[in-house]
């Protein structure tokens, strides 16, 4: 998963869960197989544009921060 | 039902809602209450009623479940995910789930039962998620105090799909502040350890060196237990403490905790006479340690210190800090300058020369 700075793993299973469970990562990676790094990274941004955080796709600190905030479970990007 | 997937909507307006179980934290009576408030939010701002049914499914059935509840979308025990919901349609359409495994308040400790109810049923009414920090809508739980106000970005789109309420006079709802209106004022302004955070409503503003953005959050998510639209702040440096006033309240903080016996009245902690009832603006001087208080058309000198007031106080405003004016919104330190705020202007008032060398538009801090 290049697109981790500190590469830690809880930090990748966060960010892997959280992309699936509300911003379709596995859903969309069967549809029309990308490069995992370039989804990842879409999918990040996608997040971090919803949640008013700097938008690197990059899961830095402020994003696994926002992540680990209790919400809502319905998905981000399905209506 | 007629349905459209990009635009879910319930083409009745008298719906129907039932309990279908309660959790164990809260009495019925409170679960029953709180999901009735959370159905008057939205029936206040559209033309949309929900009617209680017991002996059947209602259109939108409100439930708690623990764990795998056999809908493809698992509960996964305390924090995290709260509950979830489903756009509005036949069967499980419109339905609520509440985790089981959270602890359900009715107070503004986590989690609101109401607050989250209320969050839900905008899926059930066909709403999605929004990025609008200070919307209910918002993803992430940002619950933190009680005087709740829907915010208009979340009635402009109900009403997008339901229309306005049939009442004559049309609720409006809160706003989020956005740093570059023009215009904008606020409700305190202090600095915090080389920062400057600015108040307004239930948000803060924040600019440091290393932000090109300002950033915009709610008061709740650094002080869950400091109230919305508070009055006066400043930094206490020389203790590291920040003083936050509402009424005759002061409450101190250090980092990200309240200081243990706060709030307490400003007559007892300040020395202020009983005619003062609230603050409008103060700075603590740096380099001399004493606090400049802001009430109306005086100002107050407090030693820090010492901890008591200065003798031959209070003095008028325009005495001393000519080219301010009389009243004093917000005030804040940096370097040699006193920044004045009052409505959208802000006066750079010299410590050394005791002039206004400056003024400018209040958000000239946000790099617009």
């Known amino acids: 998963f290049p697109v981790f700075e500190e590469g830690h793993r809880q930090d990748v299973e966060t960010t892997w869960k959280y992309l699936e469970n509300y911003y379709n990562l596995n859903k ?38 926002a992540m680990r905030k209790p919400r809502c479970g319905v998905s981000d990007v399905t209506p | ?65 623990r764990g795998d509840h056999d809908d ?16 509005p349609g036949p069967g499980i359409g419109g339905d609520v ?54 915010n208009q970005e979340d009635i402009n789109r109900i009403q997008a ?64 237990n400091l109230p919305g639209k508070l009055d006066a702040a400043y930094e206490a440096s020389i203790i590291d403490e920040v003083r936050f006033f509402k009424g005759d309240k002061v409450w101190a903080v250090r980092t990200r905790s309240v200081l243990s016996g706060f709030p307490v009245d400003i007559h007892s902690y300040f020395g202020f006479p009983t005619s003062v009832t609230h603050i409008d603006a103060a700075v603590c001087e740096e380099e001399t340690g004493k606090t400049y208080f802001f009430v109306d058309d005086m100002y107050w000198r407090y030693d820090e210190y010492r901890r008591s007031m200065d003798p031959g106080y209070p003095k008028l405003i325009t005495e001393d800090f000519p080219g301010v004016g ?17 409505e959208s202007n802000q006066y750079r008032f010299n410590l050394q020369t005791r002039v206004v060398d400056a003024s400018r538009d209040s958000n000239t801090w946000f790099n617009c």
């Open chain 2, 326 to 342: 009389n009243k004093v919104d917000d005030v804040f330190q940096k370097d040699g300058y006193f920044y004045f705020f009052h």
């Open chain 2, 1 to 65: 039902q007629a349905i459209t997937y990009d635009n879910p909507r319930w083409t009745k307006t008298d719906l129907t809602y039932s309990i279908l179980n309660y959790t164990p934290y809260l009495s019925r009576a409170v679960v029953e209450e709180s999901f009735e408030k959370a159905f008057q939010v939205w029936s206040s701002v559209t033309p949309l009623t929900f009617t209680r049914v017991y002996d059947e499914d209602g259109d939108i059935v409100l439930a708690f479940y």
């Open chain 2, 97 to 150: 789930h509440f985790d089981l495994d959270e602890r359900w308040t009715d107070t503004s400790e986590n989690f609101n039962l109401f607050y989250v109810a209320t969050h839900e049923l905008g899926h059930s009414l066909g709403l999605t998620h929004s990025s609008d920090i200070g919307a209910l809508m918002f993803p992430s739980y940002t619950w933190y105090t009680d005087d709740f106000v829907l």
């Open chain 1, 28 to 65: 969309d990676t069967a549809g029309n197989n990308p490069s995992g790094k370039e989804l990842m990274a879409t999918k990040l941004k996608q997040m971090q544009q919803l949640f008013g955080l700097k938008v690197t796709g990059k899961s830095d600190s402020q994003t696994l921060s």
């Open chain 2, 161 to 224: 799909l339901y229309g306005p309420s049939p009442n004559p006079i049309q609720p409006t709802g809160a706003t989020t502040p956005q740093p570059c209106e023009s215009g904008l004022n606020f409700d305190a302004i202090t600095t915090f350890r080389g920062e400057v955070m600015f108040f307004k409503g239930r948000f803060y503003i924040r600019v440091n060196r290393f932000m090109a953005e300002p950033e915009l959050n709610l008061i709740g998510i650094l002080w869950p």
């Open chain 2, 72 to 87: 493809n979308n698992p509960f996964d025990g305390p924090n995290y995910g709260l509950a979830h919901a489903f756009q």
